[in-house]
């Protein structure tokens, strides 16, 4: 069973910066795709940014030019770096990854780590 473990969540104020991060369980598998996404109160999971193995970037077009995501195909881990922070972006932040093995592709999820911006 792949794990994924989320840090770096917690409280910034508003103009702030946090970097997330998560790391997948080592196996025998590909992993296609790696992004994170979030839900506010009330609010349905929305994606916020994804990168496929090949380095492939995709932004929420409420976050481009503020938040960076990279990933290390060689440790399993994923990274948010989040920068000029509204409080808008208040959330739950959930890793996830599209995981392939024996030709059969699974979703996974983080736990989530709360980002919380004031202002």
């Known amino acids: 069973q792949v794990q994924l473990v989320e840090s770096g969540g917690g409280l910034v104020q508003a103009g702030g910066s946090l970097r997330l991060s998560c790391a997948a369980s080592?196996?025998?598998?590909?992993?296609?795709?790696m992004g994170w996404y979030r839900q506010a109160p009330e609010n349905e999971r929305e994606l916020v940014a994804g990168i496929t193995i090949d380095g492939v970037t995709n932004y929420a077009d409420s976050i481009k030019g503020r938040f960076t995501i990279s990933r290390d195909n060689a440790n399993n881990t994923v990274s948010l770096q989040m920068g000029s922070l509204k409080p808008e972006d208040t959330a739950v932040y959930y890793c996830?990854?599209?995981?392939?093995?024996?030709?059969?592709?699974?979703?996974?999820w983080g736990q989530g780590t709360q980002v919380t911006v004031s202002s």
């Open positions: 996830n990854a599209l995981i392939r093995t024996n030709d059969i592709t699974r979703r996974y």
């Open positions: 080592r196996g025998i598998f590909t992993i296609t795709f």
